[in-house]
T-cell receptor
């Protein structure tokens, strides 16, 4: 069964720092990997999706990379802002499922203070 | 604003009540999902509908009853819930594909509290 791990579990940084969030998965047979943001008590907002054939995706200050063979992904946040404070979840779509079943990590809780 | 709309946003109910959670999307997606999320935990898959047919039931207790009346709507009927069922219930949708490489779009969830 696919297992997804995120490190660190929590991160607290001053505004302006560049950040790296890590995600690892045990089975490299995936269709894609998604990074989500979740604000307290809210739903999930999709940030970036990387297909298994891709190496990275970028959106604004966010850059996600994927190394499928080693089972790793990183989410890079440039010039962090207090508004980036949220929980960041990564999820993989496993090739063992034909219906897009996602396996989630437990998330990294990010706090950016002014 | 999310493209997947869930109602109500909050629900408080007693253990003997019957209520329903609703989810709606107009993106033409034909796969819809229910997830349950407890505090500080990742979402857990409950049900998957593909082309309005129930395709995955993750051994969810029968007090949760899903329904997909059409391609835009997904309901979750609740009856005789337990206090441990208190959680955030998330709906998601996606285009089903042979390779399942489509992103899932999530709603804002319904915060359910069982008294």
């Amino acid at each position: 069964k696919q297992e997804v791990t995120q490190i660190p579990a929590a991160l607290s940084v001053p505004e302006g720092e560049n950040l790296v969030l890590n995600c690892s998965f045990t089975d490299s047979a995936i269709y894609n990997l998604q990074w989500f943001r979740q604000d307290p008590g809210k739903g999930l907002t999709s940030l970036l999706l990387i297909q298994s054939s891709q190496r990275e995706q970028t959106s604004g200050r966010l850059n996600a990379s994927l190394d499928k063979s080693s089972g790793r992904s990183t989410l890079y946040i440039a010039a962090s802002q207090p508004g980036d404070s949220a929980t960041y979840l990564c999820a993989v779509s496993d090739r063992g499922s034909t219906l897009g079943r996602l396996y989630f990590g437990r998330g990294t809780q990010l706090t950016v203070w002014p | 604003d999310t493209e997947v709309t869930q109602t109500p946003k909050h629900l408080v109910m007693g253990m003997t009540n019957k209520k329903s959670l609703k989810c709606e999307q107009h993106m033409g997606h034909r796969a819809m999902y229910w997830y349950k999320q407890k505090a500080k935990k990742p979402p857990e898959l409950m049900f998957v509908y593909s082309y309005e047919k129930l395709s995955i039931n993750e051994s969810v207790p029968s007090r949760f009853s899903p329904e997909c009346p059409n391609s835009s709507l997904l309901n979750l009927h609740l009856h005789a819930l337990q206090p441990e069922d208190s959680a955030l219930y998330l709906c998601a949708s996606s285009r089903p594909g042979l390779n399942s490489n489509q992103p899932q779009h999530f709603g804002d969830g319904t915060r359910l509290s069982i008294l």
